[in-house]
């Protein structure tokens, strides 16, 4: 961890769930642009508070959100299915966590309340995705990393008016040809400033170092996980000044 960050994990609550969420932010004090984290289907383990530093030494407040419950992790190595699957089921209940980690991220005294993005991970794509998808108050841009698509089906699409980044790997059996069609499609007819960027030969999880099971259609891409870093940085630079 950077000597020139600070962290703590909080707590904070949707009515009677309680979550525990980790925060990471500049050292100096006072208060920073932010960015949620979503952490991917293991829970909010030790990758995920790595993603947050790595954004706190960019010079954001992180907000690494937590959407399964205190204490409840998954393993970053395994079938985290049981975890995931009742809030894919659930579009409508994980919308109200990931609302709560919003809200949470406002309140804390490193955050400024007017400068908020998010970003995620797999399942953690398929969350930002859906904040946008809700228009959530206050939230500027999100960035999805081999997210994925299928849309909440909750009623009518509402205008998206945060900024969206999809960065895909073109080999991704978990979000094929058609389904990048689709949410193409569906940002487009919800009036979003979106963009794609799909990476040539790159699989699943292309950020995950040490990630080799393309029979599975997984694999770490150094060249997809530094381009879509560098664009990344870039699209939070613009869109939280």
């Known amino acids: 961890m950077a000597a020139n960050i600070k962290t703590a994990f909080i707590d904070y609550s949707d009515g009677e769930t309680s979550f525990e969420g980790y925060v990471a932010c500049p050292a100096s004090g006072g208060k920073h642009p932010c960015v949620l984290v979503a952490h991917d289907w293991s829970g909010l383990n030790q990758g995920t508070r790595a993603r947050a530093e790595q954004m706190a030494a960019l010079g954001y407040t992180a907000f690494a959100m937590d959407v399964y419950g205190k204490g409840v992790r998954g393993d970053e190595q395994g079938d985290n299915s049981a975890l995931m699957s009742p809030l894919l089921a659930n579009r409508a209940l994980l919308k109200k966590r990931l609302l709560a980690a919003l809200e949470a991220a406002k309140a804390h005294e490193a955050v400024d ?7 995620g991970y797999c399942f953690g794509g398929l969350c930002v995705l859906d904040m946008a998808r809700a228009a959530m108050p206050g939230l500027k841009g999100v960035v999805s990393f081999h997210g994925i698509f299928m849309p909440p089906d909750l009623g009518p699409q509402d205008k998206i008016t945060a900024k969206v980044l999809i960065l895909h790997g073109w080999d991704d059996p978990m979000a094929p040809p ?13 009036g979003a400033d979106w963009q794609l960027h799909a990476y040539g030969h790159a699989m699943h ?37």
């Open 205 to 241: 999880a292309f950020t995950t170092e040490g990630l080799n099971a393309p029979e599975r259609g997984i694999r770490y891409d150094a060249n997809a996980d530094r381009h879509s870093w560098t664009a990344m940085k870039n699209f939070f630079e613009e869109v939280l000044g």
């Open 113 to 119: 309340a007017s400068r908020i993005g998010a970003m």
């Open 178 to 190: 058609d389904h990048v069609a689709g949410v193409a499609k569906e940002m487009t007819e919800a």
